[in-house]
């Protein structure tokens, strides 16, 4: 190969690095315990909230939380024993109950969830991010539902209601305590503007308390595009060695 053969693809390659380009790194702590390797700490909860091992969850992060509909006490999934399918020992929270309800956890008007809605469990975190930084986690919705009736649903509230799922959803038979399950999917939001916003995650029974819903969440993360200017150090000594391999070449070659 001649040297200007040799020499014309190290000078595209230059030019393609000479260029600014981007790429996600995690944001510096706009999420804190995001992986619930400590537990709760760092999010307010309502009803029943807890965190669970990978397994029998199926979760590929070493922890997840947990949120179900189940009550402490209630005979919610007969013939199973009463709480069998709450984990945290505390009832799920009212919907539309004025105080201590829902909506009053969330800061929201009463009604703002979908009618009928009649006991859940939730949780938030207050998040600051910039314009450009993308929220995402792992979700997987959970139900012993057996038919779509009842629509029992999983959302997010991120400046607004966000729906995740519901019994009306293409479900698979889970692994997990529960009958079935969506499977694990990931949410991703991107934030137009900067400033503080408060992440809420709930799953909520409709119409009865009978027949329990969970919601598994994991790897809550925001990650940061950050922008790499052509000035970038690691570009200049990129190039600096490409530059000092075409120079070998040509006086290997003379």
């Known amino acids: 190969m001649s040297t200007a053969k040799l020499i014309q693809p190290l000078a595209s390659l230059a030019l393609v690095l000479t260029s600014s380009f981007s790429y996600a790194q995690p944001a510096a702590a706009a999420i804190f315990n995001g992986h619930f390797t400590q537990g709760l700490e760092g999010w307010q909860t309502s009803g029943d909230v807890s965190v669970q091992p990978s397994q029998p969850w199926g979760s590929s992060s070493p922890f997840s939380a947990l949120l179900t509909t189940a009550s ?44 009928n809605s009649t006991h859940g469990s939730a949780f938030k975190q207050e998040i600051t991010v910039q314009a450009g930084d993308i929220l995402e986690f792992d979700w997987n919705f959970l139900t012993n539902e057996r038919t779509a009736d009842y629509l029992d649903y999983a959302f997010v509230w991120l400046e607004g209601y966000r729906e995740l799922a519901n019994t009306s959803a293409s479900l698979l038979p889970s692994a997990t305590p529960f009958g079935r399950e969506t499977g694990f999917q990931t949410f991703s939001y991107t934030f137009t503007q900067a400033g503080t916003y408060t992440l809420a995650l709930g799953v909520v029974d409709r119409i009865d308390l009978d027949v329990s819903s969970g919601l598994l969440i994991s790897n809550v993360r925001v990650n940061s595009l950050v922008s790499v200017p052509n000035s970038s150090p690691k570009l200049g000594l990129t190039l600096l060695g490409l530059g000092g391999l075409a120079a070998i070449f040509r006086k290997a070659r003379s």
């Open 72 to 115: 402490a006490r209630g005979w919610d999934d007969y013939p199973e024993s009463a709480g069998s399918y709450n984990f945290s020992g505390f009832d799920p929270t009212w919907i539309d109950f004025g105080q201590a309800s829902m909506e009053d956890f969330l800061g929201i008007p009463p009604g703002s969830l979908p009618e």
